[in-house]
Every structure is written in structure tokens, then in C-alpha cells.
């Protein structure tokens, strides 16, 4: 090594991926100065936000060595540059799995389904830009491919099967949500397809959730996803001296706050908790929050808020497109008249998880409260013999429901929350229906009547 490497900094973090960036970035939210990224490849995702962010990436950077130099400070050895760093922190991949997919694809359609791992590049032979590309897999990988996908220009779906808020890193979790903004992905959380099939010669998806409706797509990708190995140190052919091990942190993928330790190493950190885990231990002035994992209220307390305010059963619920479904709903009274034109009232707890797991700023107070909207009751008006319905038969009310997502600072409360609701489970629904806009007072049929649709639909 150089004796004295010039370069020095606070935290050098290697591994140019959506996690080493997302690092970089909290770190120098919360204070730290001077941080750097090493990236063994020619560019990094996500360009222009490095460049909002003024993140410092050294490119082609192929580590060698990390090792002591004083009780606060390590040398970090790459094949051309040496530099001095009082923090260290590895996040790079090791271990891949190539499991073979949990659902059949059909043989037709072999040749469009591609096995990847991180990004995909212009150059891979069947990436167009214009095509309608399906990305399944599991966290970072999955997320990685999907947005150098948006990136090349193609539409993209991407299924994460994933349960929490807080497995994905924190600029993989903000790239998607600024795609899905600009409506270039769709994200369908904790959603998988249990089968790819054929039609006209393009994969064709099948998904078991009955929120997802069926689509085709122009290509269907596989992101592979890293697994744990025994020794990460030694997979990664980083020669690192034993004296380093206090000063280093490791970032893995993992859908817990709490990974594995990985040995020799100070720290080891979820990618989605990685700044508050790290933080502690190598930067305890700058105690401030960046990735806050929120846990509102406990599984038992759900139960009783539930039992507590929700007073009716979800009967139906049928996409007609991802972000349109037809929600049917029984009060627990029974009673459920009404007229053709007026609306109901329905609600869902704040408590409540959401489809695209954006995190809102909620108040103690609200966080046990219920979020209500009004929906127009959509109750058919013919019964299937073209006779009008008997309103007082009726025990159910039928919505038409579009799904609102996040643009910016607007970030809707309940229709995120009502989509991840299946029929048996339970909604609070209004005592009254209310809606004067009825065709009660126009008995006359022969009456010219002149129809107004307004913002909130005509029903
Ligand atoms: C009388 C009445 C009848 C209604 N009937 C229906 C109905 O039949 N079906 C239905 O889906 N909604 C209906 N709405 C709208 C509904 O009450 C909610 O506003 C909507 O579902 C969004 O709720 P949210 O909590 O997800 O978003 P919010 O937190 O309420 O809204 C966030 C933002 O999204 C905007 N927004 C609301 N709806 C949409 C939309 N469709 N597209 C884009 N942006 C939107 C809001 O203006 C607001 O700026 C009706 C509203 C009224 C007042």
C-alpha cells in the first residue's frame, strides 16, 4: 500500500449498487462529510441522483485490500488508488441462487423468459426499449433489473412477493416509487404468478391473488436472487486484514432488521435498515434517523381495533384491471337500502397495510383511527330477469373502486389500503347513505331530464 494514501474520508462504502448508494446518500444526509462509493464497474444506477445528491463515486475501482493504518483509521487498497477511511462498510453480493422458478412456463415461450441478475443493459440482445417486460423476483435484484428496464425505456410490471416495508434499500424503494409516478412500472407487492403460459406466441401471466388480473407480456424476467455463504469475506477476494474487522460493516439483503452476523465483520445491517444499524456504532454524533423502520401498532392491538370499529364484511372483490375492482360489502345490521344515485361511506384503520408501501408521516392520534371516504353505490338497478331490484331485498352494496396511487407529496390513505383486501375480511361501513342526485322526484316518464357527470362518477 501507499504509506500515506492522500484520499481520506469518513466512510468509504464499496459497492456501487442501489444499497452502497442508498448508504452514501443517508450518510451524508445525517452529517458525515466526506463519503465515498467504490464501484468496480463504469456507471452506477440511477445517474442523476447521484448527481442531485453530489454522492462521490470512484469508478472501476477493484478492491484489493482493506486493512489498519491507527485505532481510527483503515486503508482501503483498490488495483490503482489507495484511500483512508474511519468507517469501511462491504456491500456487494455474493452468492447467487439459480432455484429454478416456483411456477411452470409454458415451453413456447422458454425463449422469452430470461434468468438476470442486477441491471440489464442496452446491449443484452432481447432488451427493447418499447416492449412490455414482467420483472419477478426477490427484493434488491428484482428491483435493480425493473428500474435499468424503466431506464432503457421498456414498460415494466414487477411482482415482489415480499412481505415488508422495509427489505428493499432506500433508493431502490425511491426510484420505484418515482417510476411508478411517471407511470413507466407498476409494482405489484406480494404478488406472484403461479404460472407463465402462451398466447399468440407471448408469455402470458397467470396470478393466483385475485387482485391481479392476467397479462401478457413481450418478455418475462427471472431476477436471481443472492443467498448467504459461509465465508462472504472470502467470496468477495478481498484480502482484509484481521485488525480491520471493528471498523467494517456488511450489508445484506434480507427482509429482517436483524441479518445474521457475518464474522470478522463490526457490523452487519438489512439493506433496508442500513443507516440506522450502522450509525451507532461508527457515527454516534450523527444521530439522526434516515431509514426509520416504522412499526405502528402490534399484531394483537390490530386485532382489537378491528373487532373495535370495522362493522362489516367484504363479500366481493374482482379487478377488472389492476387499479379498478368492483368491492362488494355486507353490513352486519343487514340492511342495506338504498337508492339508485346515492353513496355510502366506507373505512379502513390507519393501521392497515398498504399496496405500495409508501411511508406516511401519521400523527400518535391518527394512527388508531379510521380513514373514511364516500364511494357511489353501483348496486345494479335490473336483476338478471330485467325486472327493477326490490330495494328493501337488498343486503349488500356494490362499489366501483379506483386505486389512487402516490404522486410527489400526495400520497392517498385508504384505496392503497383497501386493495390488499380479499373477500371475508372486514371494513367499516357508514351507518347512512346519503345522495339527494336520485331519480326518486322524476316520476314522469315521459320528462326531458339533462345528466351532469361530475369529478366523483355518475351512478
Ligand atoms: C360523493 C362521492 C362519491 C365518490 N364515489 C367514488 C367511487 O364510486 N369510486 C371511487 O373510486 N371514488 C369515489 N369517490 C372518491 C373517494 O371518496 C376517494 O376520494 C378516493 O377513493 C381516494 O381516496 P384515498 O384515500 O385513496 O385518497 P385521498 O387521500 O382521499 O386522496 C389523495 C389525493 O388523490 C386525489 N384523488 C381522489 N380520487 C382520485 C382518483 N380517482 N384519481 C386520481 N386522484 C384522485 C384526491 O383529490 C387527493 O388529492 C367519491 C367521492 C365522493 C365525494
Do not use: C
Not at 484511500?83 to 413456447?108: E, H, K, M, W, Y
Not at 338497478?381 to 331485498?393: K, M, N, P, Q, T
Not at 392503497?416 to 372486514?426: F, N, V
Amino acid at each position: 500500500m501507499t504509506e500515506h494514501p492522500s484520499a481520506q474520508y469518513d466512510l468509504i462504502v464499496i459497492g456501487g449498487n442501489p444499497a452502497g448508494l442508498s448508504l452514501a446518500w443517508a450518510a451524508q444526509r445525517a452529517g458525515v462529510e466526506r463519503v465515498a462509493v467504490l464501484s468496480r464497474g463504469e456507471s452506477v444506477i440511477g445517474k442523476d441522483l447521484i448527481g442531485r445528491h453530489r454522492v462521490e463515486v470512484h469508478y472501476q475501482a477493484d478492491v484489493r485490500r482493506i486493512g489498519r493504518i491507527d485505532e481510527d483509521r483503515l486503508f482501503v487498497e483498490t488495483d490503482h488508488i489507495t484511500l483512508q477511511a474511519s468507517a469501511v462498510v462491504v456491500s456487494q453480493r455474493v452468492g447467487i441462487t439459480r432455484a429454478d422458478p416456483p411456477f411452470a412456463i409454458d415451453p413456447v415461450v422458454a425463449d422469452r423468459v430470461h434468468g438476470v441478475y442486477g441491471t440489464i443493459e442496452s446491449d443484452d440482445s432481447w432488451a427493447r426499449g418499447d416492449d412490455d417486460i414482467l420483472v419477478v423476483g426477490e427484493g434488491e435484484s428484482a428491483a435493480t433489473a425493473a428500474i435499468s428496464l424503466a431506464e432503457l425505456g421498456a414498460g415494466v410490471v414487477l411482482a415482489l412477493p415480499n412481505e415488508g416495508v422495509t427489505f428493499l434499500s432506500r433508493w431502490a424503494r425511491d426510484e420505484l416509487q418515482w417510476l411508478e409516478s411517471q407511470r413507466r412500472i407498476t409494482v405489484l407487492w406480494r404478488s406472484m404468478p403461479d404460472e407463465i403460459g402462451e398466447l399468440g406466441g407471448l408469455p402470458m401471466a397467470y396470478f393466483p391473488d385475485r387482485r391481479t388480473p392476467d397479462l401478457q407480456f413481450d418478455h418475462v424476467v427471472l431476477a436471481y436472487h443472492p443467498v448467504a455463504v459461509d465465508d462472504p469475506l472470502e467470496a468477495l477476494a478481498i484480502d482484509i486484514d484481521e485488525a480491520a474487522g471493528d471498523r467494517l460493516g456488511f450489508l445484506v439483503e434480507a427482509a429482517t432488521t436483524e441479518p445474521e452476523p457475518v464474522s470478522r465483520i463490526g457490523i452487519t445491517a438489512a439493506v433496508g435498515n442500513a443507516w440506522n444499524r450502522i450509525q451507532p456504532h461508527f457515527f454516534p454524533d450523527h444521530d439522526v434517523r434516515i431509514e426509520q423502520v416504522t412499526t405502528w401498532v402490534g399484531g394483537d392491538e390490530i386485532a382489537g381495533l378491528r373487532d373495535t370499529h370495522y362493522n362489516a364484511t367484504i363479500t366481493a372483490f374482482d379487478p377488472h384491471h389492476s387499479d379498478l375492482w368492483v368491492l362488494r360489502v355486507k353490513p352486519d345490521h343487514g340492511d342495506a337500502s338504498h337508492m339508485p344515485g346515492q353513496y355510502a361511506t366506507l373505512g379502513l384503520g390507519h393501521w392497515e397495510p398498504r399496496i405500495d408501501n409508501v411511508r406516511e408521516e401519521v400523527s400518535e392520534k391518527r394512527r388508531t383511527a379510521l380513514i373514511r371516504r364516500s364511494y357511489s353505490i353501483s348496486n345494479p338497478i335490473f336483476d338478471e330477469h330485467g325486472y327493477l331490484f326490490d330495494r328493501s331485498e337488498s343486503h349488500e352494496l356494490e362499489f366501483y373502486i379506483v386505486l389512487v396511487r402516490p404522486e410527489g407529496d400526495r400520497i392517498p390513505s385508504l384505496t392503497p389500503r383497501l386493495a390488499l383486501k380479499t373477500p371475508g375480511e372486514r371494513i367499516y361501513l357508514g351507518a347512512k347513505v346519503a345522495g339527494r342526485y336520485t331519480l326518486e322526484k322524476n316520476t314522469d316518464p315521459d320528462a326531458t331530464m339533462l345528466f351532469l357527470s361530475t369529478g366523483t362518477g355518475e351512478a
